[in-house]
């Protein structure tokens, strides 16, 4: 979505043949293929592990965490690789965005007109916040020192990525809704 964007304000003129149907899918599948492979190197090594003790998750959500706090064995190195996989996927699909925004704030600065550049920052401000909201949760859970681990702490964090975000999308893009505007105007 931020390379649709970054095209769409950056080269308006040449977006038709930049965005094509194969760029989509390419895209597409790039975010399936990185969001599948991610965390099969941490499930091929809980699967190697010994478990013990109640098996019993207090969490809502799947993930490795948790999963690896049920074993019997040192899992320094488990929770390392957990570590710079998240990093490198995290960091790596954050950068992109990163960039990518800062290519458009720099070129909707070089609009002239102040009512073409409050349009075109407030189309890409919403997308940025949802970014934000969803990153930065993330960022916290998956990339931190394994002795700061807190399961509490993890599933109040999940919250925000889990279900705060998707919860957030229709508020935060509905309010570029000229209508919406002006019935909240109505109700002040």
């Given amino acids: 979505m931020a390379y649709d964007r970054y095209i769409a304000i ?6 038709q043949t930049i965005m094509t149907r194969q760029l ?19 499930t091929l090594l809980a699967l190697k592990l010994p478990y013990c ?46 960039i990518s925004y800062t290519k458009i704030i720099l070129a909707i600065l070089r609009i002239s007109s102040k009512g073409g550049r409050k349009k075109t920052f407030s189309t890409c401000a919403s997308h940025f916040t949802v970014v934000s909201i969803y990153f930065l949760p993330i960022m916290f859970v998956y990339i931190r020192p394994t002795a700061s681990y807190s399961s509490d702490g993890d599933t ?30 109505r109700k002040k």
Avoid: E
């Fill in 10 to 15: 950056c080269s308006p003129l040449h977006y």
């Fill in 53 to 98: 003790g109640p098996n019993i998750l207090y969490t809502y959500y799947c993930d490795c965490a948790p999963l690896l706090s049920l074993a019997c064995a040192d899992l320094s190195f488990q929770m390392s690789v957990g570590a710079f996989c998240g990093a490198v996927v995290i960091l790596s699909s954050f950068s992109v965005i990163l």
């Fill in 156 to 185: 109040l964090v999940a919250m925000l990525y889990t279900v705060l975000t998707p919860m957030m999308n229709p508020i935060i893009y509905s309010m570029r809704n000229k209508d919406i505007k002006i019935a909240f105007q």
């Fill in 24 to 42: 989509y899918i390419i895209l597409a599948m790039a975010a399936w293929c990185g969001g599948f492979a991610a965390p099969i190197t941490n």
